[in-house]
Nanobody, 118 residues
Framework: QVQLVESGGGLVQPGGSLRLSCAASGISGSIFSFYAMGWYRQVPGNQRELVAHITSSSGTTYADSVKGRFTISRDNAKKTVYLQMNSLKPEDTAVYYC?????????WGQGTQVTVSS
């Protein structure tokens, strides 16, 4: 059973930066490398939306709202995926979730709160 634990959220001023981490356990690094990983976010009352995605071959895609500001990356040896968030805006405030998918297997973390406010 894969477990995902997010960290790195918090309160930051507009224009600031945060780096989120998502550490996987319950699988080896070699197996982790085959997982497609994603970061999603959700605001109360809204649907969860995809923020960034990285494939097993490190191809990346981003939501239009974060292109040029956020960067997703992965370290398979550490079984960790990162989301570097720069130039944060108040509208980036949300709970951020990590997701791992391979075949029919689909796993989620518990989420980490990001609040952008002055």
């Amino acid at each position: 059973q894969v477990q995902l634990v997010e960290s790195g959220g918090g309160l930051v001023q507009p224009g600031g930066s945060l780096r989120l981490s998502c550490a996987a356990s319950g699988i080896s690094g070699s197996i982790f490398s085959f997982y497609a990983m994603g970061w999603y976010r959700q605001v109360p009352g809204n649907q969860r939306e995809l923020v960034a995605h990285i494939t097993s071959s490190s191809g990346t895609t981003y939501a239009d709202s974060v292109k040029g500001r956020f960067t997703i990356s992965r370290d398979n040896a550490k079984k960790t995926v990162y989301l570097q968030m720069n130039s944060l805006k108040p509208e980036d405030t949300a709970v951020y979730y990590c997701n791992a998918v391979i075949g029919r297997q689909d796993y989620w973390g518990q989420g980490t709160q990001v609040t952008v406010s002055s």
